[in-house]
């Protein structure tokens, strides 16, 4: 065999022995183990408070759950999403339960604020760089909080 062919194959072989060592993505790995957001619970905020979150089911306080734009559409868990990035970022969207093009950018805005990475889905990744700061009401007073623990 020639000098050339044998290089070309070991890179080949190479390239192929590094891709099959490579992890999988994190949003692949995140929607493959973790549950889609099917509810809202309220949970305890990062100030001791209680605040309504997206959860894998009613009432379960499970947090750690994905609302993806393929996946979920009119349900209450988006509409509490839509709810907070209007309070809380001063967004305008349309509280209409729709993870539609607009509520997928303005994750993605907020993303890149709060320096996780950008993919434009809501779940525990984005939770745990507390880039989502919930609604919480104390008294009379709203303000926007973190997960306790995220």
Known sequence: MKPIRLFL???????????ASLPASASAATSASTPICT?????????????????????????????????????APVERLQIDLNDCFDFSLAVDGEYGQHT????????????????GDYGPVTI?????????????????TTIAGA
């Open 9 to 19: 194959i070991a890179t080949a072989l190479a390239v192929v022995s590094v891709a």
């Open 39 to 75: 509810g809202t619970s309220v949970v305890g905020g990062g100030d001791g408070g209680l605040i309504v979150v997206p959860t894998a089911g009613n009432g379960t306080g499970k947090w750690a759950c994905d609302l993806l734009p393929s996946t979920v559409a009119g349900l």
């Open 104 to 119: 997928y950018d303005a994750v993605r805005t907020v993303q890149a604020m709060e320096g996780v990475p950008v993919d």
């Open 128 to 144: 745990r760089g507390d880039f989502f700061y919930l609604q919480e009401n104390t008294g009379n007073v709203t303000e926007c």
